[in-house]
């Protein structure tokens, strides 16, 4: 099947904002997610968008979807070391119990 | 209580071995997954148990066995494995709500070498 795509690598000062990029593959989907990964352990949701919005805002968190071009984006301001993880998008389709993830990208945060 | 827990946290088997993943959660979820994820690999859904019924197999093959006593508890019962099954297996739960947010909460994983 297609791959949720992702951009493997993203390096950022520390206080930058971080952009994380996403095309995913299904026109239908309901909820799109990130979550995030540390080293060692399971995935963390940071936020999600329901498909009929087109911005969503959670403290430092932006989530902006373009449902045209199928285009989801992470926006995190003032980026501190403790955001260093790996980021995977993911979208609900095929049922609302099944989840597809992105390729991930991983964020280093430079001090 | 918004942890869910898998044992072991490593597990190192032979190719003949016999063995059995667990994860527990105490959310009053009633959907619980189980995914494979290889290194720099997204996790890849192998099942999914909703009111304890077996609902999605991802042509898992049969040589790794779901189990869903109750509510609270899912195992992954593997026979006869192959090196590269090699993986962190992650287990997951959610609230099972058609239409509502699908938010998954994950264990920490299963890091499983076969040898």
């Known amino acids: 099947g297609e791959d949720v795509e992702q951009s493997l690598f993203l390096s950022v000062r520390e206080g930058d904002s971080s952009v994380i990029n996403c095309t995913y593959t299904d026109s239908s989907s309901t909820y799109l997610y990130w979550y995030k990964q540390e080293p060692g352990a399971g995935l963390q949701l940071l936020t999600y968008i329901f498909s009929n919005m087109d911005m969503k805002q959670d403290q430092r968190l932006t989530v902006l979807l373009n449902k045209k071009d199928k285009h989801l984006s992470l926006r995190i301001a003032d980026t501190q070391t403790g955001d260093s993880a790996i980021y995977f998008c993911a979208e609900q389709s095929g049922g609302y119990q099944k989840v597809t993830f992105g390729t991930g990208t991983k964020l280093q945060v430079i001090p | ?115």
């Open chain 2, 1 to 115: 209580d918004t942890e869910v827990t898998q044992t072991p946290k490593h597990l190192v088997m032979g190719m003949t071995n016999k063995k059995s993943l667990k994860c527990e959660q105490h959310m009053g979820h009633r959907a619980m997954y189980w995914y494979k994820q290889k290194a720099k690999k997204p996790p890849e859904l192998m099942f999914v148990y909703s009111y304890e019924k077996l609902s999605i197999n991802e042509s898992v093959p049969s040589r790794f066995s779901p189990e869903c006593p109750n509510s609270s508890l899912l195992n992954l019962h593997l026979h006869a494995l192959q090196p590269e099954d090699s993986a962190l297996y992650l287990c997951a739960s959610s609230q099972e709500s058609a239409g509502e947010v699908g938010e998954q909460f994950f264990g920490p994983g299963t890091r499983l070498t076969v040898l």
